[in-house]
Structures are given as C-alpha cells and as structure tokens.
C-alpha cells in the first residue's frame, strides 16, 4: 500500500538504503578477508629467521661431502645470511633471533619464498627483471658470470661446439645464457640437463659431454677441491656477467630495508672480508669488480 511519501522522497530512502547495504557488504569482505602478516611480524612471532639454502651451490651454499645428515649448510651466501640474521637481533629488537635451514634445489627455490617456507634464499641467485616478478632482491651480494668446463683436450670456445654435447643445470640464468649463445651464433649443440654440478663434472670428466656450464666461482670452487677433477681446466670465455643477491617476498619492503641496511653496515665496516676468505680461500681475494660493489653498496643511513 502507498504510505503517502513523495516520489522524491522515496528515491533518497532508497539510496540511502542502498548505501548502507554496501558500506555492509563492504565491511563483510573486509572482515573475511586475511590480514597481510609480514615477514617482521612473523619474525618477532616465531623468534625463527628461516634461510633457504642449495646444498649444491658451492661456495655460496653446500653441505661438505661426507657431513652427517642434518649437517648446517655453509658458503658464502650462508655466512653472510648468518651475519644479516645478527644485525637484525639488534635493529628488530629480537635479542633472541634464531635461524632456521630450509633445503630447497634449483627448480624449487623461488617456490621456498613465495609459499612462505623460507624468509631468505641464501645461495648463488642471479636477481633478473624477470625473477623480480615473482620474488624481490636484496642489494647484490657477489658478481659473478657463467663459464664452462673442459677436459684438457676439449673445445676452449663455444664456437666449436657444433655437434658436441654440453651439461648445465636446469632452470638457471647459465642455462638461459648457454641456449641463447648456442641460437645466436647458430651452433647445434646438444644441451644436457644434469641435476648436480657433480653430476655435470663427472659427464665431463668421464667424456660423455665436451663441456660443463656453470657460474665461474662454482666450478673454480669444484676444480680446485675435487682431486677426481684435476684434469679438467677452465675456459677463460665468460657467457654473462650476473649480480648474485639474497631473495625474499615480493612487496614486502619493510623487510628488505632490514636486510639491506644490515648489507651495508657489513659491507661498510670491513665484515664482509673475513666471511668472503672464509668461503675462497685467502690465495683468491675479491676482484676489482667485487671490491667495488661493496664500496658502492655499503650505502649510508
């Protein structure tokens, strides 16, 4: 029945009404919807800072061959996580900070961040635009460049590689680089994929591929340790020069300012010396490239 209102009237009330349903509707969503935790809240929670590591990933992150199941990681890249996770105890006030291993292998580790397993990816990633889609980097933390491999008597060019077989691991800037330079230069070689820098150096060793790929500060690393390689060599080609940093959760800048902040203070104060001759040895002390990278990224507060 008509309440006697007018038409004008009518038409206020029911957008009122309408308003009220959607700032309704609204508050709903936003109540279903879950609170973004971030990776500080989440470390002040658990008291766990957990760093993903590749045990094949020397020297940045590996387990030594013959270490006891459930050996700590070491490298590089670990110590200097380890050294970041001491900077946060005191900038988070989080005295009591511990750090957790998280073991993750090429194909996997970008999934240990994004599914929230791992806070940092602490092993040899090249950060790429590409990678940055789906992870953030920290500043760099190594230059580094994909080379290769060769028994004493095998090709030191690319060039020669038509018709041969070459190893790389899967899922690798090395890889991308190997497949771009072997299109661009319209050599047909056969790309095998390997599941471990052992398993690349034993092909090669035993001569079933001409030659290995890998980063250059790997396979110095393998050939210098490993007596079973001594007669492999390493070309002086270089298929890429790549920044190496530590991954973490995309968007989540309050924690990468963390992280940064204590790189630089590392780098800034001399720290990041005995944790790189630790990792290569004191007959291999940085580059040029590298010294500069850590003047240029010890940045001020």
């Not at 670990?78 to 511990?98: E, G, N, T």
């Not at 299109?183 to 056969?190: D, F, G, K, T, V």
């Not at 690393?221 to 959760?249: C, H, V």
């Not at 995309?250 to 990792?279: C, K, W």
Request: aromatic share 6%; net charge neutral; proline share 6%.
């Amino acid at each position: 029945m008509p309440t006697g209102k007018g038409k004008g009237e009518t038409m206020s009330s029911l957008s009122k009404g309408l308003g009220v349903l959607a700032l309704a509707g609204s508050l709903w969503w936003a109540g279903e919807a879950p609170a973004q935790t971030t990776t500080i809240d989440q470390l002040r929670s658990s008291k766990t800072l957990r760093l993903a590591y590749d045990a094949d990933a020397p020297p940045f992150s590996y387990v030594a061959p013959g270490s006891p199941t459930g050996a700590a990681p070491q490298g590089y890249s670990i110590d200097l996580c380890r050294a970041v996770a001491d900077r946060l105890k005191d900038q988070l006030k989080i005295p009591d900070l511990k750090v957790a291993y998280v073991p993750v292998d090429t194909a996997n580790r970008f999934e240990a961040i994004t599914g929230n397993k791992a806070d940092l990816l602490c092993e040899a990633a090249t950060a790429t635009l590409s990678r940055r889609a789906i992870v953030d980097f920290s500043i760099a933390i190594f230059i580094d460049g994909a080379s290769f491999a060769i028994r004493s008597d095998g090709p030191r060019d690319g060039k020669l590689l038509a018709g041969k077989k070459v190893a790389v691991l899967p899922s690798t800037t090395t890889e991308q680089e190997l497949r771009r330079a072997l299109a661009a230069n319209q050599i047909n070689a056969e790309v095998v994929l390997v599941k471990t820098n052992q398993e690349g150096l034993e092909l090669l060793d035993k001569g079933s591929v001409v030659a290995y790929y890998a980063d250059r500060s790997t396979l110095t690393f393998l050939l210098q340790r490993e007596k079973q390689f001594s007669n492999l060599l390493l070309a002086d080609t270089y298929l890429s020069i790549e920044p190496i940093a530590l991954a973490l959760r995309r968007g989540d800048s309050d924690f990468r300012l963390a992280v940064d902040t204590a790189l630089s203070h590392i780098y800034r104060r001399g720290e990041i010396m005995p944790i790189f001759l630790a990792a290569f040895g004191p007959k291999s002390p940085p580059s040029g490239m590298l010294t500069a990278l850590y003047q240029i990224s010890g940045l001020p507060d």
